[in-house]
């Protein structure tokens, strides 16, 4: 049986381009049902569904990937896109900048996340 980050994995090896952008990735993201659109609250402490209102703590989170984007030209375009599942199944995605552009309170909720997963693509 595929796991979500087969699927991923062998969409980046049909279609390696299509692996080379953010917006291409969230697409195809959703495509494998990654539909919320996760938030961090301020502290830090809470992931937030806002389609249910539903509130997680990292324990109750899984990264299933997570890509990163650098930009070519300027570092403000740097970004990483987290594929996330809650122990009662709903999956979303979690943007953020890296580096110095980081948002605070992201980085702190994904230090705490246990389970972590990542597939390489063959390349």
Same mark, same amino acid.
């Given at each position: 049986?595929?796991?979500?980050?087969?699927?991923?994995?062998?969409?980046?090896q049909?279609? /390696?381009?299509s692996?080379?952008?953010?917006?291409? =990735?969230t697409e195809?993201?959703l495509r @494998? +049902?990654?539909s919320e659109?996760?938030?961090?609250?301020?502290?830090g402490?809470?992931?937030?569904a806002?389609?249910?209102?539903n509130?997680?703590?990292?324990q109750?989170?899984k990264?299933?990937?997570f890509y990163?984007?650098?930009?070519?030209?300027d /570092?403000?375009d740097n970004a990483?896109l987290?594929? =996330?599942?809650?122990?009662?199944?709903? @999956? +979303?995605?979690?943007i953020d900048?890296?580096?110095?552009?980081?948002?605070a309170a992201?980085?702190?909720f994904i230090?705490k996340?246990?389970?972590i997963?990542k597939t390489?693509?063959?390349?």
């Amino acid at each position: 049986m595929n796991t979500i980050q087969d699927n991923l994995e062998n969409d980046a090896q049909e279609s /390696p381009d299509s692996m080379n952008t953010l917006s291409s =990735l969230t697409e195809t993201a959703l495509r @494998k +049902g990654f539909s919320e659109n996760f938030s961090v609250d301020k502290s830090g402490k809470l992931l937030k569904a806002p389609s249910t209102g539903n509130s997680y703590h990292p324990q109750d989170v899984k990264i299933d990937n997570f890509y990163r984007f650098e930009g070519a030209s300027d /570092p403000a375009d740097n970004a990483i896109l987290y594929c =996330l599942e809650t122990n009662d199944g709903t @999956k +979303g995605m979690l943007i953020d900048s890296y580096g110095h552009d980081a948002d605070a309170a992201i980085s702190e909720f994904i230090k705490k996340v246990e389970e972590i997963h990542k597939t390489e693509a063959e390349g």
